[in-house]
Every structure is written in structure tokens, then in C-alpha cells.
């Protein structure tokens, strides 16, 4: 069974930066597509970044393109989200999401809380 687990989330200060991890296990993702979304309260899920299995290309919402890097390490089955310049907006529960290469099943981690906030 498929479980994603995040953490590195946490309160931070406007400007300041934190680095979200995301730990695969039941699967070796190599083949899979990764991403991270967010949930603001009173908002819909949305996208922020994802990550392709092969050529590792990158799509970011417009809102973070810039300020967050995504990346992944295969050899270690994870999945990582660097935040930096971080705005008061960014406040949401981060997701972790992969898509599996041939069945295409969503999977989801249980989400991890970061707030902006002086």
C-alpha cells in the first residue's frame, strides 16, 4: 500500500523560508509523478508544484514560480517543496500528491500545515 508522509512544516515569519519533505513508501516512485498542493481554510485544494518522473520537468502555479523549487530523489523515494520569500497568502495545509505511471491513481499524504504569520 501506497503511503506518502510529509513534514517540515511550521510557522514562519513573512520572508523566511522552510523546506517540506514528502516520504514515499509501498512504491518505488521512479516511474511516478509527484506534486504538491495546498488548502487554504474556505479555499479549494490547488495546485503549487509538480514534477515529472522521466525528464523532471517543472510546472508551478503562477503564485509560487520563483519563490518555491520542487524536487525528488528517486534513489531515496522522496519528494521535497523548498519555500522561500514566503507571504502571509502561502498559509495553507501542503499536500503531497503522486500519480501513478501506468494506472494513473492519485495518491495523498495527510498534509502538513504551514502558517506565515508575524
Known amino acids: 500500500q501506497v503511503q506518502l508522509v510529509e513534514s517540515g512544516g511550521g510557522l514562519v515569519q513573512p520572508g523566511g523560508s522552510l523546506r517540506l519533505s514528502c516520504a514515499a513508501s509501498?512504491?518505488?516512485?521512479?516511474?511516478?509523478?509527484v506534486g504538491w498542493y495546498r488548502q487554504a481554510p474556505g479555499k479549494q485544494r490547488e495546485l503549487v508544484a509538480t514534477i515529472t518522473s522521466t525528464s523532471g520537468s517543472t510546472n508551478y502555479a503562477d503564485s509560487v514560480k520563483g519563490r518555491f523549487t520542487i524536487s525528488r530523489d528517486n534513489a531515496k523515494n522522496m519528494v521535497y517543496l523548498q519555500m522561500n520569500s514566503l507571504k502571509p497568502e502561502d498559509t495553507a495545509v501542503y499536500y503531497c500528491?503522486?500519480?501513478?505511471?501506468?494506472?494513473?491513481?492519485?495518491?495523498w499524504g495527510q498534509g502538513t500545515q504551514v502558517t506565515v504569520s508575524s
Open positions: 509501498g512504491r518505488i516512485i521512479g516511474l511516478d509523478d
Open positions: 500528491n503522486l500519480k501513478t505511471w501506468r494506472t494513473q491513481i492519485d495518491y
